[in-house]
């Protein structure tokens, strides 16, 4: 049986003499302990997917605001409508519900919409390594804690449809952009390519996530010259699916090589997402995986 963590020493004392329970001051201290020489806290997170992503995503993000100290979040919205895009109505919950940034990735023009919120949203970011003249923009600096951050969107090369080389238009972009802070959101197919962004972009950027697989790797780990990374940040979404999907149709697909239009799955709901603790020297000193999930109501 677990034990239930008791307050005493010096909680107890403050207690005493401010009427406020020791353990509501006990917590208090260690989340003061855990930001100690954190600059800025970025929650990144998982490609979410459909309406249950969503709702699970406006159902727990003001909480981890609040209890992670989060001072920027991120979010890869590309299946936030319907598993196919991004549109209007999903954009404007999840803005609202605390959501600063949107990423993208090979869904990014699936929703018609798409195209007047990058005209009308400047933070919503699509790949930067499409072909030029593609329309939005492919990565954006934000005031964040009186300093800035620059947020950058990738895509991957292998299995997926064509474009520019990621890794040559991330050098593009940081020779020619300065920020406090720089995170990178590499949507690949390939753990091969997501893992040697990762090790181009040490020490040059202070966090990469990847995306697109919508399954979390556990190799959350700081690079040796102080660039968080994590292959894959996972999906918010439904649990019980393949990848998002109505598990059924999936699994009717693989075996006669046919299905009907995907849709997205019902049920169990799953929360994916990384947070970054960014120091004042633009490095980073911790990355913590957060995965977990509530039975449908």
């Known amino acids: 049986m677990k034990k239930k963590r008791v307050a005493c020493g010096l909680p107890v004392f403050l207690s005493s003499r401010c009427k406020?329970?020791?353990?509501?001051?006990?917590?208090?201290?260690i989340r003061i302990y855990k930001r100690w020489g954190v600059a800025v806290r970025l929650l990144f997170i998982g490609d979410i997917v459909g309406s249950p992503g969503v709702h699970m995503v406006l159902e727990n993000l003001p909480r981890l605001i609040?209890?992670?100290?989060?001072?920027?979040?991120?979010?890869?919205?590309?299946?936030?409508?319907?598993?196919?895009?991004?549109?209007?109505?999903?954009?404007?919950?999840l803005h609202a519900c605390g959501v600063d940034c949107f990423t993208l990735g090979n869904?990014?023009?699936?929703?018609?919409?798409?195209?007047?919120?990058?005209?009308?949203?400047?933070?919503?970011?699509?790949p930067a390594n499409y072909a030029p003249g593609a329309p939005g923009i492919g990565y954006q600096t934000f005031p964040v804690c009186g300093k800035t951050?620059?947020?950058?969107?990738?895509?991957?090369?292998?299995?997926?449809?064509?474009?520019?080389?990621?890794?040559?238009?991330?050098?593009?972009?940081?020779?020619?952009q300065q920020a406090d802070w720089s995170f990178v959101d590499m949507h690949a197919e390939a753990t091969s390519e997501k893992l040697a962004m990762g090790w181009h972009a040490d020490g040059r950027v202070s966090a990469v996530a990847g995306?697109?697989?919508?399954?979390?790797?556990?190799?959350?780990?700081?690079?040796?010259r102080g660039t968080g990374y994590i292959t894959d940040a996972g999906m918010t979404g439904p649990r019980d699916s393949v990848l998002?999907?109505?598990?059924?149709?999936?699994v009717r697909r693989f075996i006669?090589?046919?299905?009907?239009?995907?849709?997205?799955?019902?049920?169990?709901?799953?929360?994916?997402?990384?947070?970054?603790?960014l120091t004042d020297a633009g490095t980073c000193t911790a990355v913590e995986a957060l995965n977990f999930w509530r039975p449908a109501l």
Request: charged share 25%; glycine share 6%.
């Open 244 to 250: 998002g999907v109505d598990k059924d149709i999936i």
């Open 107 to 126: 869904h990014t023009w699936d929703c018609k919409e798409i195209y007047a919120l990058m005209d009308s949203h400047k933070n919503i970011i699509r």
């Open 66 to 93: 609040e209890e992670y100290h989060i001072d920027f979040t991120v979010a890869n919205g590309e299946n936030a409508a319907g598993g196919f895009g991004l549109n209007r109505r999903s954009y404007t919950d």
């Open 149 to 176: 951050l620059l947020v950058i969107n990738l895509i991957g090369r292998v299995y997926l449809p064509d474009c520019d080389c990621p890794f040559r238009k991330l050098d593009e972009i940081l020779s020619t």
């Open 256 to 277: 006669t090589g046919f299905s009907p239009r995907f849709e997205t799955a019902r049920g169990d709901l799953q929360f994916n997402a990384v947070v970054f603790d």
């Open 20 to 29: 406020i329970a020791p353990n509501v001051i006990y917590y208090t201290i």
């Open 211 to 224: 995306t697109h697989t919508h399954v979390q790797t556990a190799d959350a780990r700081l690079l040796p």
